[in-house]
């Protein structure tokens, strides 16, 4: 008796799909290369750039409420 050895095409198929299912599965989440840490860095220097421009806004608008009361202290 002898084994076939013609496989269907859905037979192929599946195992296709199953192999590109587990490489997909075992790939890092993350792009090659990439360090979580100096993600983390990144992070922290846009966070810093946005307080160093708020800072620079609340000081403007404290300086035009300043400005509002020597007026009104004119009137």
């Given at each position: 008796m002898t084994t076939p050895t013609h496989t269907s095409p859905a037979a192929?198929?599946?195992v296709?799909?199953?192999?590109?299912?587990?490489?997909?599965?075992t790939l890092p989440a993350s792009?090659?290369?990439a360090d979580p840490l100096?993600?983390?860095?990144?992070?922290a220097r846009r966070?810093?750039?946005?307080l160093d421009g708020l800072g620079r806004s609340v000081s403007m608008l404290a300086e035009e409420v300043d400005?509002?009361?020597?007026?009104?202290?004119?009137?």
């Open positions: 192929r198929l599946v296709a799909l199953v192999g590109c299912i587990v490489l997909l599965w792009p090659a290369g100096d993600d983390k860095r990144a992070e966070i810093a750039d946005q400005s509002g009361h020597l007026e009104a202290e004119d009137l």
